[in-house]
């Protein structure tokens, strides 16, 4: 089936679209932009390349429990969240399929959960990305852009790290304020077992889906 073109002509215009869709009433995912632009480049010109995701997040999984439940859980040793990352394209052509993926395979297998994200992929990349994700485990989600809370979803889905690499995550943080703030922001909710939409990238629309 062919699949429809979108108007959307930048990945800047994705990242709100992608946020709206993480922290929609079925996920409670909450996002974080990346911004490159941000980090030192202190390996040099392509020292970072391919460093950064475009987006992370912080998915809540106790969300509606009471403090003392989750504090209780948490001495027992149950875990309150898994950290995901995001490589954003507009579209995701035949002919670029590996550079994406492997993009994404080096700036985001460090979380427990890594997607390639896009609005327009063609039938014959859908092919290359499903074999490609048996290997590296990299999962796919597709965004509507005109209904994306609703209407994106989730294609293929990633296959869980069960550990998030810290050492990565390290590397990262040292480069980019962002993503060191992201670093203080999970910290943060380990300490206090809550968060505040006030603290992460989500669109004003979109907060009442919290």
Known sequence: MAEPETSVQSEHALYPLLATFLISRHRKIYPKRIDEKKSSNSHGKEGNKWLHPDMVGLEELASGWSYEMKNLSAKSGARHAKLWSFEVKVDIPRSKVREYYFQAVSNSSWAN???????????????????????????????????????????IPARERLEVDWGTCNRIASENKDFLKYIQLTAHFYDTKTTSTKEWDIPSHATSEV
């Open 113 to 155: 959960y890594g997607y390639l994200v896009a609005v327009n992929i063609k039938d014959d990349a859908m092919t290359e990305l499903r074999l490609l994700n048996e290997l590296h485990g990299i999962g796919i989600i597709r965004l509507d852009p005109d209904n994306p809370a609703d209407d994106s979803a989730i294609e």
